[in-house]
């Protein structure tokens, strides 16, 4: 199986993406994001420049991952996540 990215999502020029991704309406993945195989993101995700996201990661609908978050292998975000990159 390809990875899907839906007509409506953004993926911008210089993000990677691994086999068999799935990309859902609304999404916007920034350009420095580099995403495993067999992730599948929500409607009206967004990932930052700064994101690594391991394989068979599942992110539900309206989460925020921003810059410098990592997520390991297979990981579940639940519906409406905000990973910030405030360390203080």
Same mark, same amino acid.
């Given at each position: 199986?390809?990875?899907?990215?839906?007509?409506?999502?953004?993926? =911008? %020029?210089?993000?990677? #993406?691994?086999?068999?991704?799935?990309?859902?309406?609304?999404?916007?993945?920034?350009?420095?994001?580099?995403?495993?195989?067999?992730?599948?993101?929500?409607?009206?995700?967004? *990932?930052? !420049? =700064?994101?690594?996201?391991? =394989?068979?990661?599942?992110?539900?609908?309206?989460?925020?991952?921003? =810059?410098?978050?990592? #997520? %390991?292998?297979?990981?579940?975000?639940?519906?409406?996540? *905000?990973?910030? !990159?405030?360390?203080?």
């Amino acid at each position: 199986m390809a990875t899907t990215i839906h007509p409506s999502a953004i993926v =911008d %020029e210089g993000a990677v #993406l691994g086999e068999n991704c799935r990309v859902w309406h609304f999404v916007h993945i920034s350009a420095g994001a580099r995403i495993g195989a067999r992730c599948s993101f929500g409607q009206n995700v967004y *990932v930052g !420049n =700064d994101v690594a996201i391991g =394989d068979n990661v599942k992110v539900q609908n309206n989460v925020s991952v921003y =810059d410098a978050v990592t #997520l %390991e292998d297979d990981v579940f975000c639940g519906p409406s996540m *905000v990973f910030t !990159n405030v360390y203080n």
